[in-house]
T-cell receptor
């Protein structure tokens, strides 16, 4: 069966520090991969999605970047965090936009 | 940017009552999906309805889709306290692989 792993669950980082959040998927190949951010009590904002290795689509210009070095690995990064980067980050995978998506448990990022 | 807009933003009902949530979207879609999120957790897929379908059932869930009005509704019948969560709609398009969510409806079911 397919599983998705996202870590860490919580993270507290100072302003200006780098960020690396990792997401891996098991049990499937060539998945679509997504990074979302959710502000407290709000909906999900699509940040990046990827349909293959090295293929990244960015939805919102910001100081975050994403990479897909392997088929089932999706990484969200920042060189210098801002206070406004605080939020709940969710990774998800699907077989395509015409099927359901499966979500990781999320990372609560607090930038202080 | 978000695609769907759910309403109401918050809904509070008594156990046993039915809960109806609505979702509107802006562009052409291939399918529309509903997800549930418990506080501080990831989202769980509930049901998917394709653009050529008008109604779909799954247990106590009933979803309708009106592509002419670009809207969908999720009905939860005989609600339970355990149904307390946030509910989101998401749209999948024909042309690309993005999947966009609305702002969600926060449902509270009082025992």
């Amino acid at each position: 069966s397919q599983t998705i792993h996202q870590w860490p669950a919580t993270l507290v980082q100072p302003v200006g520090s780098p960020l690396s959040l990792e997401c891996t998927v098991e049990g499937t190949s060539n998945p679509n991969l997504y990074w979302y951010r959710q502000a407290a009590g709000r909906g999900l904002q699509l940040l990046f999605y990827s349909v293959g290795i090295g293929q990244i689509s960015s939805e919102v210009p910001q100081n975050l970047s994403a990479s897909r070095p392997q088929d089932r690995q999706f990484i969200l990064s920042s060189k210098k965090l801002l206070l406004s980067d605080s939020g709940f980050y969710l990774c998800a995978w699907s077989s395509g936009s015409r099927t359901e998506a499966f979500f990781g448990q999320g990372t609560r990022l607090t930038v202080v | 940017s978000q695609q769907g807009e759910e309403d109401p933003q918050a809904l509070s009902i008594q156990e046993g009552e039915n809960a109806t949530m609505n979702c509107s979207y802006k562009t052409s879609i291939n399918n529309l999906q509903w997800y549930r999120q418990n506080s501080g957790r990831g989202l769980v897929h509930l049901i998917l309805i394709r653009s050529n379908e008008r109604e779909k059932h799954s247990g106590r869930l009933r979803v309708t889709l009106d592509t002419s009005k670009k809207s969908s509704s999720l009905l939860i019948t005989a609600s339970r306290a355990a149904d307390t969560a946030s509910y989101f709609c998401a749209t999948g398009s024909y042309n690309n692989n993005d999947m966009r969510f609305g702002a969600g409806t926060r449902l509270t079911v009082k025992p």
